[in-house]
Structure formats: structure tokens, C-alpha cells
């Protein structure tokens, strides 16, 4: 079966879900998202008895919002980039606006649906994309000088799965930025960091206030220790 792209994939994801759109205001100018009406609506039963997943990928964070713009102003020509939960793309756009080669990455084949939809119906082009699971990475993903997540750290099981991703997929010279609003479990993220040849390099803290959410979100900047 051939592979959707473009203005057939946007038709086919507005077939499929009562879709909305959200503006969010990026450097390069404002971006029109688009995206499942009802979040709710999306809860799979079978996901949940499975592994308890639960459709994050369908709202705009604000760590996503925060992380995109960072990204966005970066430059990233001749230099590639990985995103860990990819969601809705809006990471992914920021990337490809800056000059990147993005590889999107998420746990749920819809997501990278909308990914890809949405950086056309902005950019007129579509990011690489590839379902990984955390916990089984594939043997050849390759490394990348830029590895981004937004908002990954909510649960207790996932910070040892980031450490080890950005363990495995970070380039000698790279940087990783993990974008979290305040979760608990960035403390044992960072606990888990040396074991894996990784430090803390810097913080960075961006108040965000957009209705209706206001947050402090800080942009955790993770390197080699060699």
C-alpha cells in the first residue's frame, strides 16, 4: 500500500478524526495545528489493559510550545535532530524551520500521522519519522546531534528509558534538551545521568504564561561527561 504524503494524508487523518485546529505563535511566524477535537474520545481500552497507555500525544503542551521556539531559533543546517514523543509536530516544525534533518519518534503511529501532517500543511515538507518503543530500542538508531522530548518525565518508569535513548542516540558532540514543566521525576532522571556517561550541562528557565495554563518551564541541557 502506498504511503500517504501530503494533501491525500491531511484528507485522510480529517476522514478519520473530527479534527481541530490550535494557533501557536513560533519564530518564523504562527503555526495553525491541527489535531483531534477530543482528546477523551481517543482512550483505547486495549491500550490501557496493554501497557497503560493514555493519548498525550493529541494536546500542545506548553513544554512542547517552550521547546519548539527554543528550537526554532537554533541553526541547524548540516545537523540532525531526533524527538522523543513527537506528538502533534509541532517540535518537528520548529526543527525543520531551523535547518535540520528531524527524525520524529513516538510510542503511537498516529501521532507521527499528524507529525507529518502538520509540518506539510506549514512547510510543504514532511520530517523522517519512526515508531520506538523506549523500552526495545532498534539496533540501528543512529545518532543525532540534537535529541529533544518535551514533557516525557511524568511517570516513574520513564526516566531510566530517556537516560538510556539519550545514552544510545546523542552524538560525541551532541546535546539533548529535555523540556519539563516540574515533574517529580526529573530529579531521578538526573540521578540516572552519570552511570550513563551524561551530565547536567545547564538549565535554562522560561516562564510560560499562555491562558489557560501557566507554568514555569525549564529546558534541561544534557551532554557527554567525555
Same mark, same amino acid.
Given at each position: =500500500?502506498?504511503?500517504?504524503?501530503g494533501?491525500? /494524508?491531511v484528507?485522510?487523518?480529517e ?10 505563535? %513560533? ?6 495545528? %491541527? ?8 482512550i483505547?481500552e486495549?491500550? =490501557?489493559?496493554?501497557?497503560d497507555?493514555?493519548?498525550?500525544? *493529541?494536546?500542545?503542551w506548553?513544554?512542547? &510550545? ?14 540532525? /535532530?531526533?524527538? +522523543?514523543?513527537?506528538?502533534?509536530? !509541532? ?18 503511529? #498516529?501521532?507521527? /500521522? ?11 515538507r514532511?520530517?523522517?519519522?519512526? %515508531?520506538?518503543?523506549?523500552?526495545? +530500542? ?6 543525532? #546531534? ?6 516525557? !518525565? ?16 546523542? *552524538?560525541p558532540?551532541?546535546?539533548?534538551t529535555?523540556?519539563?514543566?516540574? &515533574?517529580? %521525576? ?5 540521578? /540516572? ?15 510560560? #504564561? ?7 518551564? &525549564? ?5 557527554r561527561?567525555?
Amino acid at each position: =500500500m502506498t504511503e500517504l504524503r501530503g494533501k491525500p /494524508l491531511v484528507a485522510e487523518l480529517e476522514r478519520r478524526f473530527i479534527v481541530a485546529h490550535s494557533r501557536v505563535a %513560533m519564530p518564523g511566524g504562527t503555526v495553525d495545528i %491541527m489535531h483531534p477535537e477530543n482528546t477523551d474520545a481517543l482512550i483505547s481500552e486495549e491500550d =490501557m489493559v496493554r501497557d497503560d497507555r493514555l493519548p498525550y500525544w *493529541a494536546d500542545i503542551w506548553p513544554s512542547s &510550545r517552550v521547546l519548539a521556539r527554543e528550537v526554532a531559533r537554533e541553526t541547524g543546517t548540516g545537523r540532525n /535532530l531526533l524527538e +522523543l514523543g513527537a506528538g502533534l509536530g !509541532l517540535v518537528c516544525i520548529g526543527a525543520l524551520r531551523a535547518g535540520y534533518d528531524v527524525l520524529a519518534s513516538d510510542y503511537y503511529d #498516529d501521532a507521527l /500521522l499528524f507529525a507529518r501532517a502538520n509540518a506539510w500543511r506549514t512547510l510543504r515538507r514532511e520530517p523522517r519519522t519512526r %515508531m520506538i518503543d523506549w523500552r526495545d +530500542l532498534p539496533l540501528d538508531l543512529a545518532v543525532a #546531534d540534537r535529541v529533544v522530548a518535551a514533557d516525557v !518525565l511524568y511517570e516513574d518508569r520513564y526516566p531510566p528509558l530517556v537516560v538510556n535513548v539519550i545514552a544510545r542516540a546523542l *552524538a560525541p558532540n551532541g546535546v539533548a534538551t529535555i523540556a519539563d514543566p516540574g &515533574r517529580p %521525576m526529573v530529579e531521578q532522571f538526573f540521578e /540516572l545521568l552519570p552511570a550513563h556517561g551524561l551530565r547536567l550541562r545547564n538549565t535554562e528557565i522560561v516562564e510560560y #504564561d499562555e491562558s489557560p495554563a501557566k507554568q514555569t518551564i &525549564r529546558l534541561h541541557h544534557i551532554v557527554r561527561t567525555s
